[in-house]
């Protein structure tokens, strides 16, 4: 099985997310959780292989210290899905990444995960949409 964005902890069941929606509520239900018992690591840093070496590779610093390990290298990883990208999404390391996939796939569904390399922390940290039609996308 290969590792798709919208299977990451607390995304939508869909990778057509309209808008710009932001996760934290839902990340830190799940952080209140864990930190009182209800979840264990197991439950909670379960990132898939390739999402860690995603990370690794062209993971920008999220600015602040994982919530679980307190390990201070958490990163965010974003990906682009869209028809014209293949069916796990294109991953991209920043805003010319983005333009490019953008020219080449229209608009696009973009999904930023916020990953631990320490511990294997993963939740879904926002989606918004980004391509030519985006700014039409505000209701
Ligand atoms: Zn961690």
Known sequence: MSFRPET??????????????????????IVK?????RLSRLDVCD????LLRTAAGIGTPAGQPCP???EPALVHVSYAFGPRLPPGGAAFAGPAELAKLTRRAGDVA???????????WNHLARTYA????????ST
């Open 8 to 29: 990451v902890r607390g995304a939508p069941g869909t990778a057509a997310a309209p808008g710009q929606i932001d996760y934290r509520l839902a990340r830190n239900a």
């Open 33 to 37: 959780e864990f930190r009182r018992g």
């Open 47 to 50: 990132a898939h292989p390739e």
């Open 68 to 70: 679980i390990c307190e």
């Open 110 to 120: 973009c999904y930023v995960v916020e990953v631990c390399p320490g511990c294997s």
């Open 130 to 137: 980004a391509g030519r039609r985006r700014r039409a996308s």
